[in-house]
């Protein structure tokens, strides 16, 4: 009689064989450490003190705390769509770490041996919550004071990293400002074609802290629209919250397509430096053609670079400032490449060098940028549909759709909030091993090692293998040590 518990046999070898068994396996051990971390942060007591929860408290089987736990860990974990708290409902080392309760009983809750209970509406939480409560917690997130506070969250949760793992404020630090693209499918409200990426997109703006990569605010915006639209009120309140958190702001770096003049006035009137990169125009390339000429002597085999001070004062501008011009000798090719930055810092207190050397290590938070859509991937996909059922009964009277738009921006937020506790795993990996992580590296040598739950009389054992347990080791005793920031 075949064995009931094998599922498989490969024809490559025939002494190979795949069985399922009843035990409590997880693919998802590194929830325990994200899970340290959040409470090291104070995160979800702090957001929990500031977000309404708008439920009647008789009918809660999940607790607000439950279940921003779950949104945040599934995304960081590499699960971005709502069903998949469905998936890994019954998944031990998920259910542990977002858990209000302590001892076993998230592992025990409504079980009989060999298969979980599927008791409606328990007082307790038996699993994970299904994906029609996690579209509901969206929903209650997604007014616009419930937004403002999902949005204040990303620095605090910043400046609460920064104390937790350096212990004060930073004297000086650097805010990036950059716009990027998250490509959707179908007709999501607000989002459009976008002729420069080629795709149908929202245009979200985002500020990253230029020397840790923190995540600073975030803003959902429309698909079509331009890269400096709603930057000036994204920008100025943000700098005066990162002075009041993190520390005194020395410098904004922004691309090509922000240097505007209300933008560029108002970082003037609040006297914060600021160094852009100018978009190419004839005025600026009639300006630049005499410099052009490679100077006398032998080319280097390696690209070289040098800068040429100017004045320039566009049509928009309402008076002259201070311009580089950066001029490119890449070897193998024939003509010279050149980009312009503008600046409010004067030549004596920073060089075009020191000024060009400062725009290039954008280049860092443009990788920040780029892991947050990559590897942290919030799945914008809510959209109008009015509902003509609830849990198999019709609805009586109309139902007003959702407001998709307010939907996506809540998804990306908290894509934002589990992208800064992802980087604060990361933080702690590179000070305990000097060496620098991405965090799909992260996720796949730390937080997703094959693992498994062992119970006994009072204790769970969550055991993993021995090629990541020397790291986890050091991670965890570090961990430990930090003491937690005041919620």
């Given at each position: 009689m075949p064995d009931q518990n094998i599922v498989f046999r490969p024809s490559f070898n025939s002494s190979v064989e795949v069985e399922a068994r009843s035990e409590r396996l997880t693919n998802t051990p590194g929830a325990v450490l994200l899970r340290e971390m959040l409470d090291k942060l104070g995160m979800v007591p702090w957001l929990g003190a500031r977000l309404s929860d708008p439920r009647r408290p008789e009918l809660i089987t999940y607790p607000l705390s439950e279940l921003l736990r779950t949104r945040l860990l599934l995304l960081a974990m590499g699960y971005s769509d709502q069903n998949d708290a469905?998936?890994?409902?019954?998944?031990?080392?998920?259910?542990?770490?977002?858990?209000?309760?302590?001892?076993?009983?998230?592992?025990?809750?409504?079980?009989?041996?060999?298969?979980?209970?599927r008791e409606k509406n328990p007082p307790v939480p038996q699993h994970l919550a299904s994906q029609p409560t996690m579209s509901r917690l969206v929903d209650m997130l997604s007014s616009e004071p419930q937004r403002a506070v999902l949005r204040e969250g990303l620095l605090e949760s910043a400046a609460r990293r920064n104390e937790l793992m350096r212990g004060a404020r930073m004297r000086y630090i650097t805010v990036d400002i950059d716009s990027f693209p998250i490509e959707v499918h179908g007709h999501q409200p607000g989002s459009a074609y976008n002729g420069h990426y080629g795709t149908r997109i929202y245009h979200p703006l985002v500020a990253t802290l230029g020397e840790t990569g923190d995540l600073l605010d975030l803003t959902l915006r429309e698909g079509e629209v331009h890269t400096a639209d709603g930057a000036v009120d994204f920008i100025v309140p943000l700098l005066s919250r990162v002075e009041k958190k993190l520390g005194q702001v020395a410098a904004v770096r922004i691309d090509a397509g922000f240097p505007e003049e209300k933008l560029l006035s108002a970082l003037d009137e609040r006297r914060t430096p600021y160094v852009a990169r100018l978009r190419n125009n004839p005025a600026l390339d009639r300006m630049a053609e005499p410099h052009l000429r490679r100077p006398p002597g032998r080319r280097p085999a390696s690209e070289r670079s040098?800068?040429?001070?100017?004045?320039?004062?566009?049509?928009?501008?309402?008076?002259?400032?201070?311009?580089?011009?950066?001029?490119?000798?890449r070897p193998g090719e024939l003509f010279l490449h050149y980009f312009w930055l503008v600046t409010n810092w004067t030549a004596e207190q920073v060089s075009g060098e020191e000024l060009l050397a400062t725009y290039r290590q954008r280049g860092g938070a443009e990788g920040f940028m780029g892991e947050l859509v990559n590897a942290i991937g919030p799945v914008l996909s809510a959209t109008a549909r009015p509902k003509s059922h609830y849990r198999g009964a019709s609805i009586e009277g109309p139902s007003l759709p959702a407001d998709?738009?307010?939907?996506?921006?809540?998804?990306?937020l908290l894509g934002g909030l589990a992208y800064n506790l992802m980087h604060a795993a990361r933080m702690l990996v590179e000070?305990?091993?000097?060496?620098?992580?991405?965090?799909?590296t992260l996720r796949?040598?730390?937080?997703?090692?094959?693992?498994?739950?062992?119970?006994?009389?009072?204790?769970?054992?969550?055991?993993?293998?021995?090629?990541?347990?020397?790291?986890?080791?050091?991670?965890?005793?570090?961990?430990?040590?930090?003491?937690p920031v005041d919620t």
């Open positions: 469905d998936f890994l409902r019954d998944d031990p080392s998920l259910l542990v770490s977002v858990s209000d309760r302590r001892g076993l009983s998230p592992l025990l809750s409504g079980r009989t041996e060999g298969s979980p209970s040098w800068t040429v001070e100017m004045s320039y004062q566009a049509q928009s501008w309402s008076r002259p400032r201070r311009v580089v011009l950066v001029v490119l000798d998709g738009f307010a939907h996506n921006e809540v998804t990306l000070a305990e091993t000097g060496h620098g992580m991405s965090l799909k796949q040598r730390v937080l997703t090692v094959a693992s498994r739950v062992v119970l006994h009389a009072r204790r769970a054992t969550l055991v993993i293998g021995e090629m990541a347990a020397s790291l986890w080791q050091r991670l965890g005793a570090r961990l430990t040590k930090l003491r």
